[in-house]
Nanobody, 122 residues
Framework: QAQLHESGGGSVQGGGSLRLSCTTS????????LGWFRQAPGKEREGVAI??????TYADSVKGRFTVSKDNAKNILYLQMNSLKPEDTAMYYC?????????????????WGQGTQVTVSS
C-alpha cells in the first residue's frame, strides 16, 4: 500500500521561502507521476506542479517561483517555494499515480498524503 507524507510547511512572511518534502513508501517511485496540489479554505483543490517521466509542469500562478524535484534513490519529492505570496496560503498535498505522464486532474491520482499547511503573511 503506497503511503505519502508531507512535511516542511509553516508560516512565513511574504517574499520568503519554504521547501516542502513528500516522503513515500510502498511503490516503485520512478514508475509514478508525482504532483503537488493545494487547497485554500472555501476553494477547490488545484494543481501546483507535477513531475513525470517527460518533465515538469507548473501552474501559471507559481511559474518562476516554485520548483518541483525528486530524489528517486531516497523516494522523496520536493517543492521549493520562493517569493511566497499571501495567495499561496493553503494546505499543500503530494499525490502519486502509476503513469509516465499526468496532468492536474485530481481524479487521476491514486494516492494522496495528509497535507501540510503553508501560511504566508503580508
Amino acid at each position: 500500500q503506497a503511503q505519502l507524507h508531507e512535511s516542511g510547511g509553516g508560516s512565513v512572511q511574504g517574499g520568503g521561502s519554504l521547501r516542502l518534502s513528500c516522503t513515500t513508501s510502498g511503490f516503485t517511485y520512478s514508475a509514478y507521476c508525482l504532483g503537488w496540489f493545494r487547497q485554500a479554505p472555501g476553494k477547490e483543490r488545484e494543481g501546483v506542479a507535477i513531475i513525470g517521466r517527460y518533465g515538469t509542469t507548473y501552474a501559471d500562478s507559481v511559474k518562476g517561483r516554485f520548483t518541483v524535484s525528486k530524489d528517486n534513490a531516497k523516494n522523496i519529492l520536493y517543492l521549493q517555494m520562493n517569493s511566497l505570496k499571501p495567495e499561496d496560503t493553503a494546505m499543500y498535498y503530494c499525490a502519486a499515480v502509476r503513469r509516465a505522464y499526468c496532468s492536474f486532474n485530481t481524479q487521476d491520482f491514486e494516492y494522496w498524503g495528509q497535507g501540510t499547511q503553508v501560511t504566508v503573511s503580508s
